[in-house]
């Protein structure tokens, strides 16, 4: 098992207990899917207040954001775990939970987006627009893949592990400025600052837009490789459907050579026929092959033949004229 199963399957033993006190309440999925939802658009909303009211310095805004991205990545979870310990799956809610994911993602990254380019974080704004990129490229892979009947779930960046970056860094950024305050390292001999309090929360949008991308090229090559896999099996198996059996082949052959092996001999003994014609007629015979005696009768011949071959049958005949 993966240590990212093991994580997984741990969270789950420690959220389960709410999820079955929310299946007594009678909360459905579809209802936990739209609370997380309505919840990511409050993020947002927070980034743009925090955009429109705060200065540049003043990253509260991002911690509680970020505090409220964990919160709404616990209903994340729970809209997965609910529809399995309650027993209410369904085919329109996986498309549900999916399609609502996709607007909270988006929503979610409209607001750090607005966010940095209000406070003029504009470098940082582009990985953020990459981030989001590859992101939708994550997900849309493995729908796509699994549409064509391809199971595309590895990879990093994944939508519980972007949840959690953003979160904790969002959390982090906003815990750091509130003790330690707004710092800045610049490159030397430059005011462009190599390192400030906001790359807490920047520094992982970018590894997101690196990571996120590889993992949607990887799964996509993945999925390249099963497809023609599979059209090689398929090949694989008209081929053998389409061609003679073996044995039919193997008979054929057996067959072939009895009848070369038998030749000869049947030559052979047809030449030992000699045709009646080749034959010479012996000598005082016509050429009819009839014998004919000199009186040139064929019946006294067969009466002369049959008195010297032949007994006389009966008891002699007496003349009973003397």
């Not at 579809?30 to 310095?57: D, S």
């Not at 959690?164 to 001999?189: D, E, M, Q």
């Not at 007629?281 to 009768?297: F, I, Q």
């Amino acid at each position: 098992m993966s240590i990212r199963r093991q994580i997984q399957n741990g969270i789950y033993r420690v959220i389960d207990p709410l999820v079955k006190l929310l299946i007594k309440a009678g909360l459905t999925p579809n209802a936990v899917t739209t609370i997380g939802l309505v919840l990511n658009i409050g993020v947002a909303v927070i980034f743009i207040m925090g955009a429109e009211e705060g200065r540049r310095g003043d990253l509260s805004y991002v911690g509680w954001a970020g505090a409220l991205i964990l919160f709404a990545g616990l209903f994340d979870m729970l809209d997965g775990q609910v529809p399995r310990l309650g027993n209410m799956s369904s085919t329109f809610g996986a498309l549900y939970d999916s399609v609502l994911d996709r607007y909270s993602e988006l929503i979610l990254f409209l607001g750090i987006c607005y966010y940095l380019v209000a406070h003029h974080y504009f470098l940082s704004s582009l990985f953020a627009f990459i981030a989001l990129i590859g992101s939708m490229m994550v997900s849309y892979t493995r729908a796509r893949a699994e549409g064509l009947g391809i199971e595309c779930k590895d990879g990093l960046m994944q939508r519980p592990e972007r949840v959690i970056t953003i979160g904790v860094s969002a959390l982090a950024c906003g815990l750091v400025s509130r003790f330690v305050g707004n710092f800045k390292y610049p490159v030397p001999g430059s005011d462009f600052p190599v390192f400030e309090t906001i790359s807490i929360f920047t520094i992982p949008l970018v590894l997101m837009a690196v990571l996120t991308n590889i993992t949607a090229i990887r799964r996509l090559h993945d999925a390249k490789r099963t497809l023609s896999e599979t059209q090689v099996q398929v090949k694989t198996t008209k081929e053998r459907k389409s061609a003679p059996p073996v044995r039919l082949w193997l008979l054929l052959v057996l067959l072939s050579a009895m009848c070369m092996s038998a030749g000869p001999q049947s030559i052979s003994t047809n030449q030992a026929i000699v045709p009646a014609k080749a034959i010479a007629p012996a000598k005082g015979l016509p050429a009819s092959g009839k014998a004919v005696s000199s009186r040139g009768d064929p019946q006294d011949i067969f009466e002369e033949q049959r008195g010297s071959t032949e007994a006389p049958c009966g008891p002699p005949m007496w003349n009973i004229s003397n």
